[in-house]
């Protein structure tokens, strides 16, 4: 699996990510969601990028996790197997440490100092 880079857009920043070519649709859709959720927090009146991507990411943990619990909730498209749904759970586990890894990184306007758990 070879690594390309991706430049997308989280907050209105540009990012430069490295992924495969089978993962990159994934990624961006990921990198969608997250600005979506992002834009919502900001909107709501989170007028700090770096509140509004930490209640992004504690909204989108919250929807991973009532899913994680509730698995009769997920609809499951009667043709997809679930050797499918396990190889898309582990590429989210991927999407989910590179985020992670990132926003260790992720150096702000005005925040001197990175972002650490």
Known sequence: MSQQRIEVSLAGQKITLATSTEHEPLLRAACVLVDEQIQLAINGGNRSIERASMMAALKIAGDLITLQKNPSQQSTPSNVSTDEVTR?????????????????TLSLPGSPRPIVP
């Open 88 to 104: 898309l759970q582990g590429q989210i586990r991927e999407l989910e440490d590179q985020v992670d890894a990132l926003m260790q």
